[in-house]
């Protein structure tokens, strides 16, 4: 028998057996197993924590939205003087409030308005209730409210038969004293509605002459607009909106 060599000792131990192959190979499998089934844990779990902040957002948000949308018609008892909500602006014709409804329809977007007993449309109203609360012994006058697309706001327009008043418009500079001066509406580009206003068969007088200008070093933009019917209107673009949060009437 030969002796064996220091070489072929160290050749022996560096050639890898089948069996050594064998269990490298099941332990790398292994490993790579391992590793995905744990990477399938954490992916479930990910997953399931995305659902339920998903659930929770999809929960939170209808039920704002539910909240926004639901018709709370009970009136509160707890503002100073009863005050509960916005009910209209009343505007004076001089000449039809078929006329008028018309005009504020095409120029400002307002629709007639109706209720759960129709059109509120009424003409040739005697009542004396009404006219006594009005400040008179006896009236007669057409009544119709109009309501705005986008802000809810209402319009009550007038025109009295009798007694009649001062039919004559009167127009009040920014500056008078005394009534409400101006009714203001937030736009989007205080710009683009000028212009358009502007172009568009408003029959109205434009207090501010030019283009609108910013404040700076304020975000505002606002111009001043009286209609035909003497109501001063400012479009104001800057102030953040928000909506659903202003009690109206809705008839």
């Known amino acids: 028998m030969s002796a064996t060599t220091p070489t072929d000792i160290e050749s022996t131990s560096q050639v890898p057996t089948s069996k050594d192959t064998e269990t490298k190979t ?6 790579i197993m391992h590793a995905l089934a744990a990477l399938a844990v954490v992916s479930l779990i990910w997953g399931a924590v995305m659902t339920g902040l ?44 078929d006329v008028g409804a018309k005009y504020y329809e095409e120029v400002l977007g307002f629709v007639p308005a109706a209720n759960t007993d129709g059109p509120m449309h009424y003409t040739n109203i005697t009542n004396h209730g ?5 400040g008179f012994e006896t009236c007669r006058v057409d009544i119709i409210f109009l ?42 580009d205080a710009v683009d509605t000028y212009n358009k206003l502007k172009a568009s068969n408003h029959q109205g007088t434009f207090i501010t002459k030019d283009t609108p200008i910013p404040l700076d ?23 953040p909106v ?4 202003i009690a109206g009437i809705t008839g």
């Open 54 to 97: 998903y659930i929770a957002h999809f929960k939170s948000t209808s039920a704002i939205i539910a909240a926004l949308e639901t018709k709370d018609t009970t009136i509160r008892t707890d503002g100073t003087l009863g005050i509960a909500a916005i009910s209209h602006i009343n505007v004076i014709v001089n000449d039809d409030i």
């Open 26 to 31: 099941y332990k790398l499998n292994s490993s």
């Open 130 to 134: 009404f006219c006594v609360d009005a």
């Open 242 to 245: 928000e909506y659903g949060h």
């Open 147 to 188: 309501k705005h697309e986008v802000t809810n706001l209402y319009l009550e327009l007038f025109f009295y038969y009798e007694p009649s008043g001062n039919m004559k418009i009167p127009i009040f500079n920014t500056n008078d004293a005394g009534g409400i001066r101006h009714i203001a509406l937030e736009v989007s």
């Open 217 to 239: 070093p304020f975000p505002y933009t606002f111009f001043y607009w009286i209609d035909r019917y003497g109501v001063q209107w400012e479009f104001e673009q800057g102030r």
